[in-house]
């Protein structure tokens, strides 16, 4: 059965180019034009993916996904909006989407990173606590545990962390951190992926991961 698709998306041009594309390569579309009407159809619970525009009218994409994980709707969520800045962009992703894409996009791309979360979507965890010396995560609870306690994370911070976890002693380049925890191709002047470093740093002891000089980090 092919998967199904929301695409949440008021301008009628890109809600159309999108659902023929999508429809072409064989997934079954469904286009809503407006924030309540996504967030009904979502919790309905029958869809496999979503692509949000954050500028929807009546509620806009940021709510709809807040409300949508507050509802416990798991479902990945691809943002499409014309703003580029990383307060925006960061903004989505803690606010719990999988993916992100500027205005404007090529099909293929947005196609790709489609296939890309719906696979992941469908693969089971290969086990429920990760662990490297005395760190430790839970991927149920979503929380890492040190000797001084358990740790909240942000669900960026978490995926990062996961991310070192199942590559211990590995070094990771920054590209690699962005394709594997963001998704996407981020500009590469950013500093994004050094600040997610830092804050995680500050929460499990700013030792246990190193700045390899000209290469990325690694989890010592």
């Given at each position: 059965?092919?998967?199904?698709?929301?695409?949440?998306?008021?301008?009628?041009?890109?809600?159309?180019f999108?659902?023929?594309?999508l429809?072409?390569?064989?997934?079954?579309?469904?286009?809503?034009?407006?924030?309540?009407?996504?967030?009904?159809?979502?919790?309905?619970?029958e869809?496999?993916?979503?692509?949000?525009?954050?500028?929807?009218?009546?509620?806009?994409?940021?709510?709809?996904?807040?409300?949508?994980?507050?509802?416990?709707?798991?479902?990945?969520?691809?943002?499409?909006?014309?703003?580029?800045?990383?307060?925006?962009?960061?903004?989505?992703?803690?606010?719990?989407?999988?993916?992100?894409?500027t205005?404007?996009?090529r099909?293929?791309?947005?196609?790709?990173?489609?296939?890309?979360?719906?696979r992941s979507?469908d693969?089971?965890?290969?086990v429920?606590?990760?662990?490297?010396?005395d760190?430790?995560?839970?991927?149920?609870?979503?929380?890492?545990?040190i000797?001084?306690?358990?740790?909240?994370?942000?669900?960026?911070?978490?995926?990062?962390?996961?991310l070192?976890?199942?590559?211990?002693?590995?070094v990771?380049?920054r590209?690699?951190?962005?394709?594997?925890?963001?998704?996407?191709?981020?500009?590469?002047?950013?500093?994004?992926?050094?600040?997610?470093?830092?804050?995680?740093?500050?929460?499990?002891?700013?030792?246990?991961?190193v700045?390899?000089?000209?290469?990325?980090?690694?989890l010592?």
């Amino acid at each position: 059965m092919s998967s199904r698709i929301l695409i949440a998306e008021d301008e009628a041009r890109i809600a159309s180019f999108i659902e023929k594309g999508l429809r072409a390569n064989g997934f079954t579309t469904t286009v809503v034009e407006d924030g309540d009407a996504a967030l009904a159809q979502v919790v309905a619970g029958e869809f496999d993916l979503v692509v949000l525009d954050l500028g929807l009218p009546k509620r806009d994409g940021f709510a709809v996904l807040q409300a949508m994980r507050r509802a416990h709707v798991q479902i990945p969520v691809v943002i499409l909006t014309a703003r580029d800045t990383v307060h925006d962009t960061v903004a989505g992703l803690e606010g719990g989407a999988d993916d992100y894409m500027t205005k404007p996009f090529r099909f293929e791309e947005l196609l790709a990173r489609v296939r890309l979360r719906l696979r992941s979507a469908d693969r089971a965890p290969e086990v429920t606590v990760l662990r490297h010396g005395d760190l430790s995560l839970d991927l149920r609870t979503r929380r890492a545990e040190i000797p001084g306690g358990m740790v909240d994370l942000t669900a960026r911070e978490f995926s990062l962390l996961e991310l070192f976890l199942r590559h211990p002693r590995q070094v990771l380049s920054r590209e690699q951190m962005l394709s594997h925890v963001w998704g996407y191709d981020f500009d590469p002047g950013s500093n994004v992926v050094d600040v997610y470093v830092r804050t995680l740093r500050r929460k499990i002891g700013q030792d246990r991961i190193v700045t390899v000089r000209g290469m990325g980090y690694r989890l010592d």
